[in-house]
């Protein structure tokens, strides 16, 4: 990952994925308020006029964000404006695209980009973009498998004593997920839903230790983590991200991933498995 940089002071980093449907589908869930809220965190668009003038997201108690829509051209590109994540950080632009390619699919992008004279702010743009190929992954399974479909959601959140390293091994021993590696099938608990999925990525990058030092120096070793269980509104018990909250880089972190249907369980790629 590295932050492009350009005579003119930009800074700037980008994030694509490629996912199914047509520019008008996937535009649906990138750009209105129920279609973010079933993939990412819940969402709302503030209209005047009949047009998008502000993006508001929430990511949780004291964590809500505004930004100001300031390009908009449905079903290709959106942008929109925010005020910097930490005290004296510069304005964040971020730029939203949808590409159509062959085949069904379309490449979504995410452009982050600020202003600034010195590096300071670089690893919050770093930060960002090692968060979001974990919610694309989500966004991929959305498409593929719940398209236009709205999601529930339900938040816990409780405090971990120690360190991130220790609360992540707490996390991941009580969900069976301790030392499991990418690709292995894990069976379902006895009391779970019948079926079997492969681990999609669940893991502690150490740009997001990084990261997370950075925003929380002089927190203390309290630490608070949420568990995020989404069920769409068709039966299916959809998605379990897990992410550490508090700080203002309000990207997604470290997350798990599953999703159970009646007959088939997709792993993260978006293909599916039989039922055992």
Known sequence: MSVKKEASGRHSV??????????EEVWQAIATGPGISSWFVPAEFEQRDGKPVAVKLNFGPGME??????????PRRFAAEAPGWLPGSPIIAD??????????VCVVRIVHSLFAE????????????????AYFRILRIYLTHFRGQRSAM????????????????TLTTALGLKGVSVGKRLPTAATAPAGAGRRGGAR???????????RQAGAGRRRAWRRQLRRSEHGHAKLLPLRRSGGRDRRPRDTALGS?????????????????
């Open 14 to 23: 980008q994030v694509e994925v490629e996912v199914p449907g047509t520019p």
């Open 95 to 104: 730029e939203w695209t949808v590409e159509a390619r062959g085949g069904g």
């Open 65 to 74: 964000s505004s930004s100001v829509v300031t390009t908009w051209d449905p």
């Open 154 to 169: 339900m938040q816990w959140m409780a405090p971990a004593a120690g360190t991130e390293a220790e609360a992540w091994e």
């Open 118 to 133: 010195t590096d300071d702010w670089d690893n919050q743009l770093e930060g960002t973009e090692s968060g979001w190929p």
């Open 204 to 214: 502690q990058p150490e740009s997001v230790q990084r990261a997370a030092a950075a």
């Open 260 to 276: 159970v249907g009646s007959r088939t369980l997709p792993d993260a790629g978006g293909d599916e498995q039989e039922r055992e």
